[in-house]
């Protein structure tokens, strides 16, 4: 799940200071994530150039990456990464044996390139070798390893540069396990194609396919996908969990250890707005904010406080305001509303972020994230009130008076460009949410001096 910025405050002093994450992203053996300055940080493995800081490097605390701004989302495939910036554009770095950093060599790159010839992007995921892009246009975008099909061109050739996807447009959703992919569109229905070797794209075979097909059972029910390695899960709009595809550590969740090639639901898990896949675990996050796991446990990667695998969700150990959760191959990341990162399993490389590789089985925070260099110390935020909140319709903004300018930045839950920007000097006025779609929406409040950021919800 993709989430911005939540509570925090800016403090302004000669001295570092921690600005939270908005977006939280595990690759194979690393981890990503993207502050609230739009600047992007990996810890972890580093063999192939895919932490993006100019050498090769592994580190267990977050480094920034190279030279690269006003970052909208990261994303991690095996030993690769990928960017989609604010403006559109795609870059990559790592591993590019396969062509998976699309900028027509195949050439590994230790800092970020832009990928050839693609604009207008809006998201983007990486399988364990591949990658794909959504445009604005609805179009899917694919490059890199393509032994299975997993580039959905009609084809199973490698390429180093993007092809568009065959036979899809209307595309809202996109999502990449180890070597298939998957689609949701406007219309309420669910593609994928790649490899089917357990019955990950669950059509009902064990078919490869090197272009989409449709998953019946998936379809005007389902509002996010995510894949693992050789299976994948499905938010439903009723909250509930869909799994399909290997099963042999209990990574459907559904009280078995048997494969499904058609999508099953989750046992006892209700209530759910976020999911993510490893290898061969799976997460959920709950509107609780509480954060459930199943499936393989070897290094702790469920969190539960023991290392035993479970065929169904278990409780993540001691971990509540949640927003976001993601997964590596071994170890899980979730983002809290205060901004901080938590990661659990396994820690080989340092992707937890701890400072030392030693793995966990209950979450530990990741250290010196988001560091920057700020203003005057001890600086407090300005008092400000919101009403109602939650909202059905007009929310109310009051500040303290004669505060002088204040800008007000409103963004939905993905954490774009603001959809709502309003300078004034007064201290109290409206914003009309009438218009706006229930959920989630995040205000920035900025006095010159301090930025504070609220969570601002319609019903």
């Given at each position: 799940?993709?989430?911005?910025?939540?509570?925090?405050?800016?403090?302004?002093?000669?001295?570092?200071?921690?600005?939270?994450?908005?977006?939280?992203?595990?690759?194979?053996?690393?981890?990503?994530?993207?502050?609230?300055?739009?600047?992007?940080?990996?810890?972890?493995?580093?063999?192939?150039?895919?932490?993006?800081?100019?050498?090769?490097?592994?580190?267990?605390?977050?480094?920034?990456?190279?030279?690269?701004?006003?970052?909208?989302?990261?994303?991690?495939?095996?030993?690769?990464?990928?960017?989609?910036?604010?403006?559109?554009?795609?870059?990559?770095?790592?591993?590019?044996?396969?062509?998976?950093?699309?900028?027509?060599?195949?050439?590994?790159?230790?800092?970020?390139?832009?990928?050839?010839?693609?604009?207008?992007?809006?998201?983007?995921?990486?399988?364990?070798y591949h990658t794909l892009a959504l445009r604005n246009d609805g179009t899917v975008?694919?490059?890199?390893?393509?032994?299975?099909?997993?580039?959905?061109?009609?084809?199973?050739?490698?390429?180093?540069?993007?092809?568009?996807?065959?036979?899809?447009?209307?595309?809202?959703?996109?999502?990449?396990?180890?070597?298939?992919?998957?689609?949701?569109?406007?219309?309420?229905?669910?593609?994928?194609?790649?490899?089917?070797?357990?019955?990950?794209?669950?059509?009902?075979?064990?078919?490869?396919?090197?272009?989409?097909?449709?998953?019946?059972?998936?379809?005007?029910?389902?509002?996010?996908?995510?894949?693992?390695?050789?299976?994948?899960?499905?938010?439903?709009?009723?909250?509930?969990?869909?799994?399909?595809?290997?099963?042999?550590?209990?990574?459907?969740?559904?009280?078995?250890?048997?494969?499904?090639?058609?999508?099953?639901?989750?046992?006892?898990?209700?209530?759910?707005?976020?999911?993510?896949?490893?290898?061969?675990?799976?997460?959920?996050?709950?509107?609780?904010?509480?954060?459930?796991?199943?499936?393989?446990?070897?290094?702790?990667?469920?969190?539960?406080?023991?290392?035993?695998?479970?065929?169904?969700?278990?409780?993540?150990?001691?971990?509540?305001?949640?927003?976001?959760?993601?997964?590596?191959?071994?170890?899980?990341?979730?983002?809290?509303?205060?901004?901080?990162?938590?990661?659990?399993?396994?820690?080989?490389?340092?992707?937890?972020?701890?400072?030392?590789?030693?793995?966990?089985?209950?979450?530990?925070?990741?250290?010196?994230?988001?560091?920057?260099?700020?203003?005057?110390?001890?600086?407090?935020?300005?008092?400000?009130?919101?009403?109602?909140?939650?909202?059905?319709?007009?929310?109310?903004?009051?500040?303290?008076?004669?505060?002088?300018?204040?800008?007000?930045?409103?963004?939905?839950?993905?954490?774009?460009?603001?959809?709502?920007?309003?300078?004034?000097?007064?201290?109290?006025?409206?914003?009309?949410?009438?218009?706006?779609?229930?959920?989630?929406?995040?205000?920035?409040?900025?006095?010159?001096?301090?930025?504070?950021?609220?969570?601002?919800?319609?019903?």
């Open positions: 799940m993709k989430t911005i910025f939540k509570s925090f405050f800016l403090l302004l002093a000669p001295l570092p200071c921690l600005i939270n994450a908005q977006v939280i992203e595990g690759g194979a053996d690393h981890s990503l994530a993207v502050c609230i300055d739009h600047t992007a940080w990996a810890w972890g493995d580093n063999h192939l150039g895919q932490l993006g800081t100019g050498n090769t490097n592994s580190s267990t605390v977050p480094v920034q990456v190279y030279s690269l701004t006003d970052v909208k989302y990261v994303r991690g495939g095996f030993d690769h990464s990928v960017a989609v910036k604010n403006d559109g554009t795609v870059w990559t770095w790592g591993n590019n044996f396969y062509g998976q950093l699309g900028n027509g060599t195949n050439n590994d790159s230790d800092i970020p390139v832009q990928v050839n010839s693609l604009t207008g992007i809006t998201e983007i995921v990486a399988g364990d975008w694919a490059w890199g390893l393509n032994d299975y099909g997993q580039l959905g061109n009609g084809a199973n050739t490698n390429l180093n540069f993007p092809v568009q996807v065959v036979t899809l447009t209307g595309v809202t959703t996109i999502a990449a396990a180890s070597k298939s992919s998957y689609v949701l569109k406007s219309d309420g229905s669910v593609w994928s194609w790649g490899y089917n070797s357990d019955g990950q794209l669950g059509n009902g075979t064990n078919t490869s396919s090197n272009v989409p097909i449709e998953i019946i059972a998936l379809s005007h029910a389902t509002t996010m996908l995510v894949g693992g390695m050789y299976h994948a899960l499905g938010l439903k709009t009723d909250s509930t969990v869909m799994a399909w595809g290997l099963n042999n550590q209990g990574q459907l969740g559904n009280g078995s250890l048997n494969n499904s090639k058609v999508p099953q639901p989750v046992m006892n898990l209700s209530k759910v707005i976020g999911i993510a896949c490893g290898e061969f675990h799976s997460l959920a996050l709950k509107n609780d904010g509480t954060v459930w796991a199943w499936g393989d446990n070897y290094f702790g990667q469920l969190g539960n406080g023991n290392n035993n695998n479970s065929t169904f969700p278990v409780q993540v150990f001691s971990i509540n305001d949640v927003n976001a959760i993601e997964a590596g191959i071994y170890h899980s990341l979730a983002l809290k509303d205060d901004g901080t990162v938590w990661t659990w399993g396994s820690n080989q490389y340092g992707q937890l972020g701890t400072g030392s590789n030693g793995n966990s089985n209950v979450p530990v925070t990741v250290v010196n994230l988001c560091t920057v260099s700020t203003g005057v110390k001890d600086k407090k935020p300005p008092t400000l009130r919101i009403y109602p909140n939650p909202s059905k319709g007009n929310i109310f903004l009051e500040t303290e008076k004669n505060k002088g300018q204040i800008t007000f930045e409103l963004y939905d839950l993905l954490g774009g460009r603001p959809c709502y920007t309003l300078n004034t000097e007064q201290n109290k006025y409206e914003i009309s949410f009438y218009k706006a779609s229930p959920g989630i929406y995040f205000l920035k409040i900025n006095d010159g001096e301090i930025i504070q950021i609220k969570k601002v919800i319609k019903e």
